[in-house]
């Protein structure tokens, strides 16, 4: 596994990074959402996130860990999308975040929308999905010293999660529809859809009470035993 050695270059990466990719899935939104562009904006936005992930530590043993548990992740988060009505992608996402790292869990929010749609359907939303997964992730583990303090903040950060994947997936749904966005149009659709961001923060509250716990005593053992 390759490894950026410098420190200013990674945390060049870490914040570069998300940025780009941020602007890339909004660019598919408005500009992709015909014909085959949106392929090379996914092919990006993967590309990106391996990069975002190998700027995460600064030792090949490291990375090999963090890969192995960021593809474990990945696998259930995959498997999770099949679960009828609730589903822990979500709440997956997060938990590899604060246990794993940042840039791990951007990896694993991006991979498993991309792996996972190739069953529920590629398209132009297939970016927003994997950068507003991503994004989640990544935000989970810059938090994880305050997520891991408790349940509590654990909850409230996958409430608000569910929220921002909502309004984020909105301005693909405007953009679709219109060819632009209007503030008028998008809170039109956020009143619309006013269910869905409801939904899915009660899901990731629900899965994140069950999983967190018993998933956050393993991981810390062996990020303690391994020097994760």
Same mark, same amino acid.
């Given at each position: 596994?390759? #490894?950026? !050695?410098? !420190?200013?270059? *990674? /945390?060049?990466?870490? &914040? +570069?990074? @998300? +940025?780009? $990719? %941020?602007?890339?899935? =909004?660019?598919?939104?408005?500009?992709?959402?015909?014909g085959r562009k949106y392929v090379v904006i996914t092919v990006i936005c993967a590309l990106l996130a391996l990069l975002l992930f190998a700027?995460?530590?600064?030792? *090949?043993?490291?990375?090999?860990r963090r890969l192995v548990l960021g593809a474990v992740f990945a696998a259930l988060a995959v498997a999770g999308r099949f679960i009828p009505l609730l589903k @822990?992608?979500?709440? $997956?996402?997060?938990?590899?975040? #604060?246990? /794993?790292?940042? !840039?791990?869990?951007?990896?694993?929010?991006? %991979? +498993?929308?991309?792996?996972s749609n190739v069953w529920f359907g590629n398209g132009p939303w297939t970016p927003m999905q994997m950068v507003s997964l991503g994004l989640i992730g990544f935000f989970a583990g810059i938090l994880s010293?305050? =997520?891991?303090?408790?349940?509590?903040?654990?909850l409230i950060y996958g409430a608000v999660s569910g929220v921002f994947y909502s309004m984020f997936m909105d301005i693909w749904t405007v953009a679709s529809a219109t060819g632009s966005v209007s503030l008028a149009e998008y809170g039109d659709a956020l009143y619309h859809a006013a269910p869905f961001p409801v939904s899915y923060a009660l899901t990731n509250v629900l899965y994140l009470f $069950?999983?967190?716990? @018993?998933?956050?005593?393993? $991981?810390? *053992? &062996? +990020?303690?035993?391994?020097?994760?």
């Open positions: 596994m390759r #490894v950026i !050695e410098s !420190e200013k270059a *990674r /945390t060049a990466i870490k &914040i +570069a990074v @998300p +940025a780009i $990719l %941020t602007g890339a899935a =909004l660019a598919c939104a408005f500009f992709a959402s015909d700027a995460g530590f600064d030792r *090949r043993r490291i990375g090999s @822990p992608l979500t709440a $997956l996402v997060i938990i590899s975040g #604060v246990y /794993t790292g940042a !840039e791990t869990g951007f990896l694993v929010g991006a %991979t +498993a929308v991309l792996v010293p305050l =997520l891991k303090k408790g349940l509590a903040p654990m $069950l999983l967190a716990p @018993p998933f956050g005593r393993k $991981l810390q *053992r &062996i +990020a303690d035993k391994y020097g994760l």
